[in-house]
């Protein structure tokens, strides 16, 4: 049993035709002026539309995100569109993938607001948390030599605000309140699903296994993702138990066409905004000094990898960046990626890049009525 | 001139000092872009004072603490190096970061430094005159702001760019974003606190300085009475390095007590 999530992130499609040549990035600097609210008007409605279609075609949960001032994500508050889709949902969980909690001042805001959003859903939030990607450390003059740190304190202020009868007081080193008291409190008990989506260090993925947290491998290969899911399993064993397929999964963007060359022909060139126009992102925005360790750039270094912007289509394909086939090829690479991870959560998108809405709800159509019932027991 | 390189603990704290000449001490505080080497600077200096050049924590090869959070951390690192080295009177001169960290010791020790001299300091902020932001561009980029004439710049660069040089320059920003990513390179109780400081100063600034323009000399001039602002032609950010001979020249013949 494989729970099917609809993913988006709400891309800002409309950039400038000299977009290419002109401008070095999509995120940062790249100005707010080539934002028009009108068209953004239409833009999340139609984006909240597919959404709650989503769950009308049988996915299992809808996948929000939070991204800051940039074209390739235009949901600087994944809470908010979480709202806005809890009253006009009813059956599927919604997925916060997730806040970025060290980028907030206050986490007690977001445990506040993930509550009352359970509370108002009746129990179908999972929250998950994220560090915010290096970018937004710029965007938001946080500073990211502190990212790691002000994450797991946030997240013991969230975890303690939501299970702990209040009030108590956190003197902590970034965050510091004498009368923590949050209303409301979850519904879900003892507190909603917590998430760890990530490009995965090998710190947060041990973190994460021994709290049997989710973990959510992020648009990488799939080399990469097994590599990351084997490292929790490990990390999970080490812990003393055995990873369910509940606690394993990946996000990857994903096209269904009624062939494997129609599927290719439709979705590569939004496929291809994704990578190299939404993710155009020169390396010392990605990171920041100190958003990684030196041990850790100096491993990533070492083992030479292409970044996926780099890419063509084939290679995409190939490296398994992208799933994009006939639903019935879809269904075969699931099942053997299945075979080889284990996997019980899966979150694909959705509407990529810059794709027209027709082929988005096409895509959507056919994979939940040609690939989702593969894998329901 | 001959230097040496030696490891000193100053609480605890690995630190790194390349120590050369004889004469009065001088603590020469280097910017962020040029630790854990005698450059021909410090050779010029040497010929008349002892030359004191650490590491600071967190560059070249002294030690980044865990508890290493803001420019106070380290002034009081300093004021530990000189009470490590039984030093109860000192010069101290220092560019960009190492200026700010000069002034601020002036601040924190005014009884202390006997000279002061400021060259291209970073630490204040002047309203309506931007800065360069080394946190938004490339090294590379850095590199050619912090020159008048950016061919001068090949005198900092590696001469190999291999895995580890690359995570040792990231470790080296890490510790400047640690110090300084918000507020940006200065700290805002600095200008009204320079009051304290009561060593003759001399600040010295290049014409073309791009990354903290001259308005900031200027600034530097203004809060500490009676210091004097000695503009270099022909000179961008990191004077020390682009007019070595003008600096040695002007700072000698000021810690010498001529100027």
């Not at chain 1, 009746?122 to 998950?128: A, K, N, P, T, Y």
């Not at chain 1, 760890?196 to 990469?224: C, D, H, K, N």
């Not at chain 1, 999970?236 to 394993?248: H, K, M, R, S």
């Not at chain 1, 959705?350 to 959507?364: S, Y």
């Amino acid at each position: 049993m494989v729970q099917f999530f609809y993913f988006h992130l709400m891309p800002w499609p409309y950039l400038p035709d000299d977009f290419d040549r002109r401008h070095p990035t999509s995120w940062v600097t790249f100005s707010n002026a080539h934002y028009d609210p009108q068209r953004g008007h239409a833009l999340y409605n139609e984006y909240l539309d597919e959404m709650e279609r989503a769950e009308a075609l049988g996915f299992d949960g809808l996948g929000v995100n939070e991204h800051h001032q940039n074209a390739y994500g235009t949901m600087p508050s994944p809470n908010l569109m979480a709202a806005a889709l809890v009253r006009r949902t009813q059956r599927a969980k919604i997925a916060i993938l997730g806040n970025a909690i060290p980028l907030r001042d206050h986490p007690l805001r977001v445990a506040e607001e993930v509550a009352m959003l359970d509370v108002l859903s009746g129990g179908r939030i999972i929250s998950g948390f994220v560090r915010g990607i290096g970018c937004e450390y710029l965007s938001l003059g946080v500073n990211p030599t502190y990212s790691r740190e002000r994450f797991y304190e946030a997240h013991d202020l969230i975890v303690r605000a939501w299970t702990e009868d209040g009030p108590f007081s956190h003197e902590g080193k970034h965050y510091h309140v004498r009368y923590a008291n949050i209303w409301p409190r979850p519904l879900q008990q003892p507190h909603p699903p917590i998430w760890l989506p990530s490009q995965g260090s090998t710190e947060t993925i041990r973190w994460g296994a021994q709290r049997r947290y989710p973990f959510i491998s992020v648009f990488t290969s799939f080399a990469q993702t097994k590599r990351l899911i084997d490292e929790y399993k490990a990390a999970a064993e080490a812990a003393g138990y055995t990873a369910p397929p509940e606690q394993i999964g990946f996000a990857v963007p994903t096209y269904v066409a009624e062939t494997d060359a129609r599927a290719r022909e439709e979705s590569k060139p939004h496929i291809l905004w994704l990578f190299r126009r939404g993710l155009k992102i020169p390396p010392h925005f990605l990171l920041p000094p100190g958003y990684i360790t030196e041990e850790s750039l100096r491993k990533f270094l070492g083992a030479g990898l292409r970044p996926p912007s780099d890419m063509s289509f084939e290679e995409l394909e190939r490296g398994g960046y992208i799933l994009v086939g006939s639903a019935k090829t879809v269904v075969d690479r699931l099942k053997e990626m299945q075979r080889q991870l284990s996997f019980g959560l899966f979150i694909g998108g959705g509407r990529t890049g810059d794709m027209p809405q027709a082929k988005a709800l096409k895509n959507m159509e056919l994979f939940a009525r040609e690939v989702i019932p593969h894998f329901r027991d | 001139m001959a230097y040496r390189s030696e490891f000193l603990s100053v609480a605890g704290v690995r630190t790194h000092l390349l120590r050369g000449g004889r004469g009065a001490p001088l603590l020469v505080l280097h910017p962020e872009y040029a630790a854990n080497r005698w450059f021909p600077y410090h050779d010029a200096l040497s010929a008349r004072f002892q030359v004191l050049a650490p590491d600071h924590p967190g560059f070249g090869q002294s030690e980044r603490p865990d508890w290493l959070e803001g420019i106070d951390d380290v002034v009081l690192h300093y004021v530990d190096l000189l009470d490590t080295l039984g030093l109860q009177h000192v010069a101290v001169i220092g560019s960009s970061l190492g200026g700010w960290i000069a002034a601020e010791l002036a601040v924190a020790q005014p009884q202390r430094i006997q000279r002061l001299v400021l060259v291209g300091a970073a630490g204040l902020r002047v309203e309506g005159v931007p800065r360069f932001d080394v946190f938004l561009h490339p090294i590379e980029e850095t590199l050619q702001h912090l020159f008048h004439d950016p061919t001068r710049a090949a005198q900092l660069l590696p001469t190999e760019f291999g895995a580890d040089v690359i995570a040792r320059a990231y470790g080296e920003a890490t510790t400047l974003a640690r110090l300084s990513w918000n507020p940006y390179l200065y700290n805002p109780k600095l200008q009204r606190r320079l009051r304290r400081v009561t060593a003759p100063t001399l600040v010295v600034w290049g014409a073309n300085d791009t990354y903290l323009p001259p308005a900031y000399g200027a600034a530097y001039a203004q809060a500490i009475a009676g210091a004097t602002l000695q503009t270099i032609e022909h000179c961008g950010h990191l004077v020390p390095f682009e007019q070595t001979e003008q600096l040695v020249q002007c700072a000698v013949r000021f810690l010498e007590g001529e100027g």
